[in-house]
């Protein structure tokens, strides 16, 4: 049983470009998070998605940022425009069922790093 | 608003030793709390994960302890070895609106000193 994957590992973008973030939850998960990460700070919850929905997106910034997870395919972070300080680890974590009542399984992280 | 604290930010210790890693938490309404570990470049590796119910978790040379009373849960290692070098990340759980939302701390850097 495959973990959480998540591609690209390393995204190197220039100010203004977009970045696409994937994440295929472990098999027979319905529930992905993501969070980010960035230099020297705790990870910070962004977003919670089950399939077709958007559950909480309270830590997702409003502007620029969205996020999907269609029926199928992988979890998509989209960053439109991106800046200097989106520079950042952005992880996925899935769960068979809501965080509270078990763990959080979490990918490698993409890197992204705007020049 | 959650906010959970990790003391230290990082510790050294000779190979062999036991060592005692801190997280508090400044709202005891939690759901669980678990204990990652992150590498270097890597993701996260889920430790250990103690129901609030619960009062502490092993595994291995690893036991967690959870006091909600006083918003404070250790994670104890014994026989330090160098492949522990790592990370640590305490994260505890909240129900908020809608979700379940981790909390992380910042983290304590061990180095196990061969």
């Known amino acids: 049983n495959a973990g959480v994957m998540q591609n690209p590992r390393h995204l190197v973008r220039r100010r203004g470009q977009e970045a696409r973030l994937r994440c295929s939850p472990m098999k027979g998960h319905s529930h992905v998070y993501w969070y980010r990460q960035l230099p020297e700070e705790g990870l910070k919850f962004m977003v919670y998605l089950q399939k077709e929905n958007i559950i909480d997106e309270s830590g997702m910034p409003k502007e620029r940022f969205s996020a999907e997870f269609p029926k199928e395919g992988p979890s998509i972070l989209r960053i439109q425009q991106v800046v200097r300080g989106d520079s950042a680890a952005y992880f996925c974590?899935?769960?068979?069922?809501?965080?509270?009542?078990?763990?959080?399984?979490f990918g490698e992280g993409s890197r992204l790093t705007v020049l | 608003k959650q906010e959970v604290t990790q003391i230290p930010a990082a510790l050294s210790v000779p190979e062999g030793e036991n060592l005692v890693l801190n997280c508090s938490f400044t709202?005891?309404?939690?759901?669980?709390l678990q204990w990652f570990r992150q590498d270097p470049g890597k993701g996260l590796t889920s430790l250990l994960l103690?129901?609030?119910?619960?009062r502490e978790q092993t595994s291995g040379r690893l036991n967690a302890s959870l006091d909600k009373s006083s918003g404070r849960s250790t994670l104890y290692i014994a026989a330090s070895q160098p492949g522990d070098s790592a990370t640590y990340l305490c994260?505890?759980?909240?129900?908020?609106?809608?979700?379940?939302?981790?909390?992380f701390g910042k983290g304590t850097k061990l180095s196990v000193i061969p």
């Open positions: 974590a899935s769960s068979p069922l809501e965080a509270g009542t078990g763990e959080l399984f």
């Open positions: 994260a505890v759980c909240n129900i908020g609106a809608g979700s379940y939302q981790l909390t």
């Open positions: 103690i129901q609030s119910s619960q």
């Open positions: 709202d005891s309404a939690i759901y669980n």
